[in-house]
């Protein structure tokens, strides 16, 4: 079985090492048009833009190591079944799990893996591409926030926001805690920033929402008012704002620390919680992609690799599909964070032991 096990290995090294490479390459190449962006029309330098292109590399890691794993899988046993080594191994006696065994150890220390990039190198890498463009100097106010993160970058306002597109931004919750009091919360469909000539302050537009303004009989009570446009004056001088981490730079203790700190000013921490479980669910996904991939992979006589690759990207799509889905759902906290972003999780492994489970009794 030694020598077996160190077969299996050595053909999945190189299709799990080109799959990186080549996915890695790939996704890098459809960044490159926003950077472009940036040079061209924020006038950020090349010298600072490719800082960010490399730190951009670990981020993308968290996505193709997965699935390069599950590319391997179907590779590798995809083209030892249409050798008919399987069939062989099985006529010798072999059973078809002993051939997992040594997927299976790859697979937890894979996950081990991307739980630490999760956890540690990726947050480091969204804190270094947020530092570097800070030092650009940018002007533009949307640069300080972060969709999905709690932003406490002005006085007397925490700002979450869902989606940005150019300087529209939607899905628009500001928060406002007082010691003693209950914190008051305005929400809006959509939002823009207005500058101020001659002062370092902005107007946040806010359309179509709802404020909490204070009862003047009880002002520790507040009553829903409905407005279609309200603005709100905040300071953007260098000596007031806060630079605070942004939630995707955050680690896993940094992010649970921030759920606790907002539970207690009564804010719904849904996007945090969403986002900690996330990089948990996601930190099982090489393991579950070599489960996934290894009955297919088994049964299958194709020898045309880009078929293979198709079938592969027809399994880990899904999954980043519904698992983003999910984390959009969470964040608004249309049902319960965590159930949510487990669920794709539970499926897949579901799926995984029936489909195996199946290959045994065959």
């Not at 899988?73 to 010798?92: D, K, P, Q, T, Y």
């Not at 463009?133 to 300080?144: C, H, K, N, R, Y």
């Not at 942004?246 to 606790?260: C, D, F, P, V």
Request: net charge positive.
């Amino acid at each position: 079985m030694r020598i077996l096990r160190n077969y299996i290995l050595k053909e999945c090294l190189q299709p799990f090492t080109l799959s990186i490479c080549v996915l890695t390459s790939v996704f890098l190449l459809g960044y490159l048009p926003q950077l472009a962006n940036k040079v061209i029309n924020n006038g950020v330098s090349l010298t600072a833009m490719s800082q960010v292109f490399l730190c951009y590399i670990p981020i993308l890691l968290g996505y193709t190591l997965p699935i390069a794993c599950l590319i391997t899988v179907i590779l590798a046993f995809g083209h030892m079944s249409s050798e008919n080594e399987i069939l062989a191994m099985r006529a010798s006696g072999i059973h078809l799990f002993r051939l997992l065994n040594p997927l299976i150890i790859v697979g937890i220390a894979l996950c081990l893996a991307v739980y630490i990039l999760n956890d540690r190198i990726i947050p480091k890498a969204y804190e270094a591409q947020t530092r570097i463009l800070q030092e650009t100097g940018s002007q533009d106010p949307t640069a300080i926030l972060e969709p999905g993160s709690f932003i406490n970058a002005f006085d007397k306002y925490i700002i979450f926001i869902y989606r940005i597109e150019g300087d529209l931004l939607y899905g628009v919750r500001i928060y406002q805690p007082a010691p003693n009091k209950p914190t008051r919360t305005i929400i809006a469909q959509q939002g823009e920033f207005v500058h101020v000539p001659g002062k370092d302050q902005l107007m946040l537009k806010l359309i179509d929402g709802t404020s909490d303004e204070p009862n003047l009989q009880n002002p520790n009570n507040f009553y829903k008012l409905n407005f279609q446009t309200s603005f709100i004056t905040m300071d953007l001088s260098k000596k007031n704002v806060k630079t605070e981490k942004k939630s995707k730079a955050m680690t896993l203790r940094e992010l649970s620390g921030k759920i606790q700190s907002l539970k207690k000013l009564s804010i719904d921490p849904s996007p945090l919680v969403a986002e900690y479980h996330r990089r948990m669910a996601w930190s099982l996904s090489p393991l579950l992609f070599i489960l996934l991939g290894f009955p297919f992979a088994a049964i299958t006589h194709r020898r045309a690799k880009s078929a293979n690759l198709l079938y592969a990207l027809l399994f880990a799509a899904p999954y980043y599909i519904v698992s983003l889905a999910c984390q959009g759902m969470a964040s608004q906290n249309v049902f319960n964070p965590i159930l949510l972003m487990w669920a794709p999780n539970a499926v897949a492994f579901i799926l995984a032991i029936f489909f195996n489970f199946k290959l045994c009794t065959r």
